[in-house]
């Protein structure tokens, strides 16, 4: 099968890291507005972002693979998608089993894995966007 030229990772990629990025801000706004739906919905873009990672991180390692890709900071940017990967799904595989034993620690292990995952792909974008303004990685001309 012929290898399609539809790009589809700058496409899917930033749903993940705003949705992330915006479930840290529902929690902070939680905390700050004392609001449990708050909660609830930082926890719901949580899950969405983690439905939505593979599909970024596949489509971006597909199209490296495709391009022949090899810089370091393309090495970054694979190293901490994938590390967002994980420690997005880790957190909630974690977050449910703790939410059902231990659920006065539930909330704890959601903002530790929130703001672990927020950073990281917080890098993977940086990185991201590195590879197109400063090396012209995925641009046309």
Known sequence: MEYLEIH????????PVALFVSALLMEAASFLFKKESFHRSAVHLYALA?????FAVWTGLEEAEHEHLKHPVAD?????????????WAGAVLLGLVHKRFQKYSRLVFIVFLFLTAALVTLAAYNGGRL?????????L
């Open 132 to 140: 197109v303004y400063e090396y012209g990685i995925g641009v046309e």
């Open 8 to 15: 589809l990772h700058p496409a899917l990629v930033h749903f």
């Open 50 to 54: 983690c439905i939505l990672a593979p």
């Open 76 to 88: 970054l940017h694979r190293n901490f998608a994938l590390a967002t990967l994980w420690v997005s």
